[in-house]
């Protein structure tokens, strides 16, 4: 552990869009100390830009996961959900006891759980994180349902920074089954949009469209609501397909037809092919 205990060491895995946001706001937060590791250290092409993001957040870059998490308190892993368990199963070989491991990937609750037992064997706790929103503009005041033994830890030591972490369970699954069925409504939405934007355009009836939509639901902007969806599946549409067949694994895991969870992750995934 970090020999200063006044200070609290996080270790970022992974550096992307979460990971870069959350330091933006924990820059120079007293009592705090960052590193971080990212696979993009390996990419000679994006090496230098990932570096210099790191360094202007003024957090200390190491050339393992290992490194990265030598003398951290907590952990966090911000990857992929496709990536989420091979990550603790690494962090499992090098982590050590007291140390505790929060994985905010939108995985499965099956994915959690064959986490958690990976670090289990090393006597490394597992907390997962299920992130409630989109996290660009928020940051770290997101709002975060949290599962696991340490649940009410990690937000006790995280809080005070602004962070928004709400302890819901001490088992595994809860916080990311929460996630995962909001997503279902929140990622098919997404999808519906673009394909009726794209179909409406098509046959130069959007204004006709919208119009009646907004008759329906006269709360909603729909023009606005479209550039914002078709945005958000071109930025992050890989993420999303992603999060969306983890949530298919979670509805078969229960016996539950995943058919549409998994056509929701198709879509998401032609929306980055078109509009990227």
Not at 3 to 9: D, G, I, R
Not at 159 to 181: D, R, V, W, Y
Request: net charge neutral; charged share 25%.
């Amino acid at each position: 552990m970090s020999a200063n205990q006044n200070t609290l060491h996080i270790a970022l895995i992974g550096f992307g869009e979460v990971g870069r946001r959350f330091a933006d706001d924990l820059v120079g937060a007293p009592g705090l100390s960052l590193s971080t590791f990212d696979i993009l250290h390996n990419d000679a092409s994006r090496r230098d830009d990932y570096e210099r993001a790191a360094a202007a957040r003024k957090v200390a870059t190491r050339d393992s996961a290992k490194s990265a998490c030598e003398g951290a308190h907590l952990v966090i892993s911000a990857v992929t959900a496709a990536a989420a368990e091979d990550v603790a199963a690494v962090a499992a070989g090098f982590l050590k006891h007291g140390q505790i491991f929060f994985d905010v990937n939108s995985a499965a609750p099956s994915t959690n759980r064959r986490a958690s037992a990976h670090l289990l064997k090393s006597n490394v706790d597992y907390v997962e994180g299920a992130v409630m929103a989109p996290v660009k503009k928020p940051g770290i005041r997101v709002p975060i349902l949290a599962g696991g033994g340490r649940a009410a830890e990690v937000a006790e030591r995280l809080n005070p920074f602004g962070f928004q972490i709400t302890p819901i369970s001490p088992e595994i699954g809860h916080a990311s089954a929460t996630k995962l069925c909001r997503s279902i409504i929140i990622k098919g939405l997404e999808a519906l949009m673009v394909d009726c934007t794209r179909a409406s355009e098509h046959f130069d009836v959007k204004q006709n469209v919208f119009a009646s939509l907004g008759e329906t639901f006269p709360s909603i902007d729909w023009h606005a609501l479209s550039e914002d969806m078709k945005e958000r599946v071109a930025t992050h549409g890989k993420r999303r397909s992603e999060e969306m067949r983890e949530a298919g694994e979670m509805l078969a895991d229960a016996g539950l037809d995943a058919e549409l969870a998994l056509a929701v992750a198709n879509a998401q995934a032609r929306g980055v092919k078109r509009n990227g």
